[in-house]
C-alpha cells in the first residue's frame, strides 16, 4: 500500500509542472487574448527542389513561415507562367505543394523559379544548368549504382590491400599508421559537417535551425554508436579482449564511413539531377584517390590480427555500399533535410570512431607522442590533398 502511495507522489510530482506550464500556454492563446497580439508574420516559401521533364518544370516547395499561405502565380526567369500546383495551393505550416509548369525549356541554359503568395511576397530558386531530371528506371537505376560502386566499394576495397603493409610494421610507425586514420576520419567528420551547413544554407529555411539540427543529430550520433561500440567490446570475454577490441574498432570503422559514404551518394545523386556533375573519368578518379584512404582507416586496428578475407570483404562492402544507397536517394527522392540529416548522422559516426581509434590505440597517455601528432597531421593533409581533386 506504501509503495502505491509512492509511486502516486512521485507521478504526481512529475505532471503539476506540466499541467501548470500547459495552463500557462492555453492562457497565452485563449481567443480574445491580445498578449501575444503584436507585429505581423511574414509568409516564408522554401523552393526545395527543380526539375525538368518533358516541356515541364516542376518546382518542389514547401511552406516555412508560421502561418497559412495562398499560392497566387508562379514565374520562370521574371515571367509570369500558367502552373498548375499539386495537391493545393493553400499551403499549412510545413506542407507541401508540386508547382508545374508548361515550359520548352533549353539543356544547359540556367533558369530561375519564382512563386508569388497571395500577399505579394515573391520567393524563387533556381538552377545552374538546366538537365532532363532522371527516372527510376532500370537504366538510370543502374547507373547510378555503377557510379556508387565506383566512388564507394571499389576505392574502399583497394584500400585494404594495404593490410600486408601495415603487418611488417614496427610499433612506431604501426602508432604513426593508426594515428593517420584518426587524421583521415577527423577530416571525413569536419567536412561532413561543413558539406552539411552549406546545404542548410541553401536550400533549408531558417524556420527548421539547421545549424541547430546539424549539431543535435551529430551528438546523438556519436552517442548512440558510442553506445553501441562499448556493447560490442563488453560481449566479448577478457581472454579475447584485445582481438575483440581491434575487430569492434574496425566494424565501427566501416560503419562510420559507411554513413560518410551514404552522405556523399546523395550529394553524387542530388547534383546529377540539378545538371551540376558531368560524369567524367577526372571525377571518378578523384572520388577514387579520396576513398582509398578510407580502405586504410579499417583495415589499421586489425593489422596485428590474422583476419579472415571473407571479414575485410564483409567490412569492405558495409563501408561502400551505402554510396550507392545515397546515389539513388539523391538522384530520385532527394530532400535537403534528408540530406543534412545523414551528413550529420555520418559526421557523428565518424567522430565517434576516432574515439574508439585512441581508446583502442592507449588512450590520452599516446595522444601527444611525435608518431600520433604526425599521423593525425599527415591523415587530415593527406584527405585535403585528395579533395582538391573532386
Do not use: C
Request: no cysteine.
Amino acid at each position: 500500500m506504501q509503495a502505491t502511495a509512492s509511486t502516486g507522489k512521485i507521478v504526481a510530482s512529475a505532471l503539476i509542472p506540466l499541467v501548470i506550464l500547459g495552463g500557462m500556454i492555453a492562457f497565452l492563446f485563449w481567443p480574445g487574448n491580445d498578449i501575444l497580439n503584436f507585429g505581423t508574420p511574414l509568409p516564408d516559401v522554401t523552393v526545395e527542389r527543380i526539375e525538368f521533364g518533358e516541356r515541364l518544370i516542376t518546382a518542389h516547395i514547401r511552406n516555412t513561415g508560421p502561418e497559412t499561405v495562398d499560392i497566387a502565380q508562379a514565374d520562370v526567369n521574371d515571367r509570369i507562367r500558367p502552373a498548375a500546383i499539386e495537391p493545393s495551393k493553400t499551403l499549412e505550416r510545413y506542407g507541401a505543394a508540386r508547382v508545374v509548369i508548361p515550359y520548352d525549356w533549353n539543356e544547359g541554359q540556367p533558369y530561375e523559379v519564382g512563386i508569388t503568395t497571395s500577399d505579394g511576397t515573391r520567393f524563387a530558386g533556381s538552377v545552374e544548368a538546366a538537365t532532363m531530371t532522371p527516372k527510376p528506371d532500370a537504366g538510370q537505376v543502374s547507373l547510378l549504382a555503377l557510379l556508387g560502386t565506383y566512388v564507394g566499394i571499389i576505392p574502399v576495397l583497394i584500400g585494404l590491400l594495404w593490410l600486408p603493409f601495415l603487418k611488417q610494421l614496427s610499433q612506431g610507425k604501426y602508432m604513426f599508421f593508426i594515428s593517420l586514420t584518426a587524421g583521415l576520419l577527423l577530416f571525413l567528420g569536419i567536412d561532413a559537417v561543413v558539406e552539411a551547413n552549406e546545404i542548410s544554407a541553401q536550400t533549408v529555411a531558417g524556420s527548421v535551425g539547421g545549424a541547430v539540427l546539424i549539431a543535435t543529430v551529430t551528438v546523438i550520433s556519436f552517442l548512440g554508436l558510442l553506445y553501441v561500440s562499448e556493447r560490442l567490446v563488453e560481449r566479448n570475454n577478457q581472454q579475447k579482449a584485445t582481438i575483440a577490441g581491434a575487430s569492434s574498432v574496425a566494424l565501427m570503422i566501416a560503419i562510420g564511413i559507411g554513413l560518410h559514404n551514404l552522405g556523399e551518394g546523395l550529394a553524387i545523386g542530388g547534383a546529377m539531377v540539378a545538371g551540376e556533375v558531368a560524369l567524367s573519368t577526372f571525377l571518378i578518379v578523384g572520388f577514387t584517390l579520396h576513398n582509398t584512404t578510407e580502405g586504410l582507416s579499417i583495415v589499421a586496428p586489425v593489422a596485428r590480427q590474422k583476419p579472415k578475407l571473407a571479414y575485410l570483404a564483409l567490412l569492405g562492402f558495409i563501408a561502400g555500399a551505402p554510396a550507392i544507397a545515397g546515389a539513388w536517394i539523391g538522384g530520385f527522392v532527394a530532400s535537403p533535410i534528408a540530406s543534412v540529416v545523414f551528413l550529420a548522422v555520418g559526421a557523428g559516426a565518424v567522430f565517434q570512431v576516432v574515439y574508439a581509434i585512441f581508446k583502442f590505440a592507449g588512450g590520452k597517455e599516446k595522444l601527444l607522442s611525435g608518431p600520433v601528432v604526425a599521423g593525425i597531421a599527415a591523415g587530415m593533409i593527406l584527405m585535403y590533398l585528395t579533395a582538391l581533386l573532386i
